[in-house]
């Protein structure tokens, strides 16, 4: 099974800009993905949140128009720069979405089972996985105990080594959330976005991956900086995850460019 995990889209309503910047062309970048994605056909596609950048209707709608194209389901989940309800209206006839509460999901159509978590807390930019939310992640991994499963977050439960990350945009998390993570065979890991770049952790004991995002990148001079000095303008990125059987999993991050240079390897002289 091939599952693609996109993040962190930052979409803003047709016409303007992300940042009033027209070299950042958020809706633009995630087209391009979108265009990839139907090129090599997964079986999913999962996004971990941010898709409007403001959280409002017309951007959602904006997110929507290009989401449409995807040829595999589209499977969503807020981020700290979404509204809840208002994703929720707009993606009404996502059907797994519930009606009311967190936008927490599961989906049981694959040999993998997708889960979703929904961390953000409203106007907030931190995240949060409360006493609630480990309940019902607790009773959904108990449905099917050995069926293989990625839980999927916007916030990562980790620390990234960049203290804007590590502190006020932060995922704070019950101690008892890394202990249901351990205790959970059947949960091969957790992938997560937020953070914009490629970081790979651990947690529970299991593998903990920040995708990185379609829309441009944090650029930071240092770790410490409390926030990031400018964005860069670097390719939007799609990550693979591909189940191995069991609870294998390989990740790729694949790169979108404009112009890709590429040599066939069968005019290449050997040496």
């Given at each position: ?75 969503v989940l807020p981020g ?74 916007h916030h990562p439960p ?114």
């Open positions: 099974m091939l599952i693609a995990q996109i993040t962190d889209a930052h979409i803003v309503p047709e016409g303007t800009h992300w940042k009033g910047e027209s070299s950042t062309d958020t809706a633009g970048r995630m087209a391009k993905a979108v265009a990839y994605l139907n090129e090599i056909r997964p079986d999913a596609v999962v996004f971990t949140g941010d898709a409007a950048d403001k959280g409002d209707a017309a951007s959602y709608l904006h997110f929507q128009k290009i989401g449409e194209r995807l040829a595999a389901p589209l499977f700290n720069h979404d509204e809840r309800e208002e994703m929720r209206r707009v993606f009404s006839d996502h059907l797994y979405l519930p009606k009311s509460g967190p936008l927490h999901f599961s989906i049981e159509a694959f040999p993998v089972r997708l889960i979703g978590l929904d961390t953000n807390v409203e106007g907030e930019d931190f995240g949060q996985v409360g006493a609630e939310d480990l309940e019902w992640l607790e009773k959904t991994l108990a449905k099917d105990p050995q069926k293989p499963a990625i839980l999927f977050m980790v620390k990234v080594g960049a203290k804007a990350f590590d502190t006020e945009y932060s995922c704070r998390i019950e101690p008892a959330f890394e202990e249901l993570v351990k205790k959970s065979p059947s949960l091969i890991g957790i992938a997560a976005g937020h953070y914009h770049h490629l970081c790979v952790s651990g947690f529970g004991g299991k593998p903990c991956l920040l995708a990185p995002s379609l829309a441009p990148t944090h650029y930071f001079a240092h770790p410490d900086d409390p926030e990031p000095a400018a964005l860069e303008l670097d390719d939007p990125a799609v990550t693979l995850h591909r189940w191995l059987g069991g609870c294998a999993v390989s990740t790729h991050v694949v790169r979108l460019k404009d112009d890709p240079r590429r040599i066939p390897l069968r005019s290449c002289t050997i040496t």
